[in-house]
């Protein structure tokens, strides 16, 4: 099969709006005032959380479809904390981003809790959000000022 490719293009609207465009969508981001922001839009680290719980949901049912299970309702609540030290330039102490995440999941579904394990143990290896949540990717960073090349950097 194919690499499926999925992009962003991203440009400052003020020091803390960006709007992005993925495919014909438009997409917000924002910090609260609290950080500086208007809140206009969620602040990166809740589109994080929200692409984790979207994958979920795919992958959850997804998965379902093929063991067969039906699901009749289900509800992801995903919070986690985050020093703002790091991010603010307060303090080297902790790491910027989340310490840990809570994945509370609520499943609605006649299927015996054994076919229940063996779905969640599959969307768990099989949701590529998880997968890049729980392991490093390798980042490639290229800088440029006035349209020429400052660097290029790879970042694990």
């Not at 991203?10 to 020091?15: E, I, M, V």
């Not at 709006?17 to 990166?44: C, M, W, Y």
């Not at 790491?95 to 999941?105: D, E, M, P, T």
């Amino acid at each position: 099969m194919s690499l499926l490719n999925f992009s962003i293009a991203g440009k400052n609207k003020t020091a803390t709006l960006l709007e992005t465009k993925a495919r014909h969508f438009a997409i917000f981001v924002d910090e609260p005032e609290a950080l500086g922001g208007q809140d206009s839009a969620p602040n990166p680290v809740e589109y994080i959380l929200a692409g984790y719980a979207g994958c979920l949901n795919v992958v959850f049912h997804l998965v379902a479809k093929e063991l067969e299970i039906k699901i009749n309702k289900l509800q992801l609540d995903i919070s986690g904390d985050i020093h703002p030290g790091k991010f603010l330039g307060i303090s080297q102490e902790e790491r910027a981003g989340f310490i840990s995440l809570q994945v509370n999941i609520d499943i609605d579904s006649d299927a015996p809790a054994e076919k229940i394990g063996q779905l969640f143990s599959l969307v768990k290896e099989r949701c590529p959000v998880n997968d890049n949540l729980a392991n490093p990717t390798p980042i490639n960073y290229s800088l440029k000022t006035s349209d020429k090349l400052a660097f290029e950097t790879r970042l694990y």
